[in-house]
Antibody, heavy 122, light 106 residues
Framework: EVQLVESGGDLVQPGGSLRLSCAAS????????MSWVRQAPTRGLEWVSI???????YYRDSVKGRFTISRDHSKNSLYLQMDYLRDEDTALYYC????????????????WGPGTLVTVSS | DIQMTQSPSSLSASVGDRVTITCRAG??????LNWYQQKPGKAPKLLIY???RLEGGVPSRFRGSGSGTYFTLTITGLQPEDFATYYC????????FGQGTKVEIK
């Protein structure tokens, strides 16, 4: 059974750092595209970053240079290192899986974790 | 970044109604369009991928259509468990979500 479980969310001051983890089971993280998606309280979904199976990474503009996505094959886990945190980074952070497909248009999030809450506040 | 615009932002409907939600992309995204359902306190759930393909286990009353810049999600015969917020999402270039459409009980 595929499972994703995030951890590491906490209350942190503006300018601080936090490292989120996403432990995966039922599949191998490095065989899939893995993303972080966040949702501010009472707000919509916002894609943050993606790590492709070949190692390429992409970020939304507002976190570029501050966040780093990575994975550990031995732990079968995904990570998000968040530095220079801002108030607007406050959100529930989900990790989500994308199957690697060659069919046109087939690029979607098929499994999500329950999320971990990051609060940036002084 | 590719902007995704959903409409309406909310709607009220009754059980049994037919509901249509639209999603417009800021540029051509071919069929790289997915739809998700989210209920309060839960992670989003994939409904439709590649604009019109039904995810396994999703009831056939959900239908997606469109290509290019204009897409729709139609629910035919709304059920009590369908009251939720729906999001479109493009995967043509990076990833972007629409702002969501909340379907409420009339």
């Amino acid at each position: 059974e595929v499972q994703l479980v995030e951890s590491g969310g906490d209350l942190v001051q503006p300018g601080g750092s936090l490292r989120l983890s996403c432990a995966a089971s039922g599949f191998i993280v490095s065989d899939y595209y893995m993303s972080w998606v966040r949702q501010a309280p009472t707000r919509g979904l916002e894609w943050v970053s993606i790590l492709y199976s070949d190692g390429y990474t992409y970020y939304r503009d507002s976190v570029k240079g501050r966040f780093t996505i990575s994975r550990d094959h031995s732990k079968n886990s995904l990570y998000l290192q968040m530095d220079y945190l801002r108030d607007e980074d406050t959100a529930l952070y989900y990790c989500a899986r994308t199957p690697v497909n060659t069919k046109a248009g087939e690029d979607y999030f098929d499994y999500w974790g329950p999320g971990t809450l990051v609060t940036v506040s002084s | 970044d590719i902007q995704m615009t959903q409409s309406p932002s909310s709607l009220s409907a009754s059980v049994g109604d037919r509901v249509t939600i639209t999603c417009r992309a800021g540029q051509n995204i071919n069929n790289f369009l997915n739809w998700y359902q989210q209920k309060p306190g839960k992670a989003p759930k994939l409904l439709i991928y590649a604009a019109s393909r039904l995810e396994g286990g999703v009831p056939s009353r959900f239908r997606g259509s469109g290509s290019g810049t204009y897409f729709t999600l139609t629910i035919t015969g709304l059920q009590p468990e369908d009251f939720a917020t729906y999001y479109c999402q493009q995967s043509y270039n990076k990833r972007t979500f629409g702002q969501g459409t909340k379907v409420e009980i009339k």
